[in-house]
């Protein structure tokens, strides 16, 4: 997904935390690898390490309208199902070239087409176009 790097609202030995934009939204993330430089463009992966929970901070919704914001420390990312794998992963998409791979485990609730909301406080962005 590409994103423009908003200014850098962290820097330590431990982690960098970066505000950043999209065409759906913005947000807050960690960092992985050299400090990104403010106003450049990357395409990035987003790695979700929080253990997603349905009920708690994932959930279908009804609205099947793409977004990324910031609420409470929470990346709120929308998106609609794209696939299913047996083993509980799942594909999401936020247009036809922005897509997110999430393990969920359970998947009986849901089914391809699907808009869910996802609320992660443990996501780390990686530059893809190195």
Same mark, same amino acid.
């Given at each position: 997904m590409k994103i423009i790097v908003k200014r850098i609202i962290e820097?330590? +030995? !431990?982690?960098? @935390?970066? %505000?950043f934009e999209t065409k759906f939204g913005s947000g807050a993330a960690k960092w992985d690898g050299e400090t990104p430089n403010v106003g450049s463009k990357y395409f990035v992966e987003f790695n979700? #390490?929080?253990? @997603? @929970? %349905?009920?708690? #901070?994932i959930n279908k919704i009804t609205e099947n309208k793409p977004l990324i914001d910031y609420q409470?420390?929470?990346l709120i990312i929308h998106g +609609?199902? !794209?696939?299913? =794998? !047996? !083993?509980?992963v799942i594909v999401i998409s936020l247009s036809?070239?922005?897509s997110i791979m999430l393990d969920v485990k359970k998947t009986d609730l849901i089914k391809v087409g699907d808009?869910?909301?996802i609320m992660?406080? +443990?996501?780390? @962005? =990686?530059?893809?176009n190195i």
């Open positions: 820097r330590s +030995k !431990d982690r960098i @935390l970066i %505000w979700i #390490n929080d253990k @997603l @929970l %349905w009920g708690e #901070n409470r420390n929470n +609609k199902i !794209d696939q299913i =794998y !047996d !083993d509980g036809p070239a922005s808009f869910i909301e992660a406080s +443990k996501v780390t @962005l =990686y530059n893809s």
